[in-house]
């Protein structure tokens, strides 16, 4: 029933742009927040930015800050990556996760961006 379903991500030329979607259903989403993470091939799974369930709070990793901005639409159940200036390093399977304020945990499937050189 619960389902996180990324989109938006594709092949960019160095100092391009993309824009990732993360579309939730099952859960209340407005009670939920929700962060984007980041994995390379052979590295680990990394925080790369998460903002509050009402989206008046936001971080972000220091490798991204002035060049990505997230942010939901709640009345849409959707939270967004906005990337700029994007780097061959930014190449990554993108995963968004809804986090409750208690146990509460959801991932979804992830999606491709890549950078290239």
């Known amino acids: 029933q619960v389902q996180l379903v990324e989109s938006g991500g594709g092949l960019v030329q160095p100092g391009g742009s993309l824009r990732l979607s993360c579309a939730a259903s099952?859960?209340?989403?407005?009670?939920?927040?929700m962060s984007w993470y980041r994995q390379a091939p052979g590295k680990e799974r990394e925080l790369v930015a998460s903002?509050?369930?009402?989206?008046?709070?936001?971080t972000y990793a220091d490798s991204v800050k002035g060049r990505f901005t997230i942010s939901r639409d709640n009345a849409k159940n959707t939270v967004y990556l906005q990337m700029n200036s994007l780097k061959p390093e930014d190449t990554a399977v993108y995963y968004c996760?809804?986090?409750?304020?208690?146990?509460?945990?959801?991932w979804g499937q992830g999606t491709q961006v890549t950078v290239s050189s």
């Open positions: 903002i509050s369930s009402t989206g008046g709070s936001t």
């Open positions: 996760k809804a986090t409750g304020s208690g146990r509460a945990e959801y």
């Open positions: 099952g859960f209340v989403f407005s009670r939920y927040a």
